[in-house]
């Protein structure tokens, strides 16, 4: 019992450690937050964090063939997932109106927000290179864990990762009622200008490596 308990904590701190690092997922949790309420952005954080979980999965359970065809597909999911980031970019930017909003119902949208957000998180196979860095940090281990641990291992990035966009929902939630007037648009248009520079980096990095 010990064990898996040890094991369930190694995990929610993996999942945090992953989840935390601020990028592209956690602009548009943020700005979805701001937008139209602390649901939403949890809901698209849940939707990041399932994504990771599956990163951590095939971590915890060595699953190799997996992990190795999406790391030798890397470029294609980086572009893919620039393209992406472009997209949203372009939404947020043609916003002309950010009170319109601001008045939509928290509830508006919610399966979109969450596979947007899990879509643009796996997007990133690196992350399995991550787990397992942290896992081996953690005295985990080498890819692989014994099956009677490692689902307590799984269960814990999930909720390490959950609690992470948990709070980061929470936090931005409080802010959204300082808004006013055209607070919503600039907050639309700065997040719009993220993305975008987070797509063109993407993209522009693959295009630089194919060109070697």
């Keep these: 019992m010990l064990d898996l308990l040890v094991m369930l904590g190694k995990g929610a701190v993996a999942g945090f450690v992953i989840a935390a690092p601020v990028g592209p997922v956690g602009v548009l949790c943020v700005q979805r937050t701001l937008e139209r309420g602390s649901l939403s952005g949890l809901v698209g954080g849940l939707g990041a964090a399932l994504a990771d979980t599956a990163y951590g999965c095939i971590a915890a359970f060595g699953l190799s063939l997996i992990a190795n065809w999406l790391q030798q597909h890397e470029l294609a999911f980086r572009l893919v997932g620039g393209v992406f980031l472009l997209f949203m970019a372009w939404r947020m930017l043609k916003a002309v109106d950010g009170s319109r909003a601001a008045t939509l119902p928290e509830h508006e949208g919610l399966a979109n927000i969450f596979f947007t957000t899990m879509i643009l998180t796996a997007t990133n196979p690196i992350t399995i290179v991550a787990f397992l ?17 490692a689902w307590p291992l799984v269960f814990g990035v999930f909720l390490g990762s959950s609690l992470w966009w948990l709070s980061l929902a929470g936090l931005a939630a409080r802010f959204r009622d300082r808004l006013r007037g055209g607070g919503m648009l600039r907050i639309n248009r700065g997040s719009g200008l993220l993305l975008l520079c987070f797509g063109l980096y993407g993209i522009g990095s693959v295009l630089w490596i194919w060109s070697r």
């Excluded at 860095?133 to 641990?149: M, N, P, S």
């Design 133 to 149: 860095g942290i896992f081996a940090f953690l005295g985990i281990g080498a890819i692989g864990v014994d099956k009677t641990l």
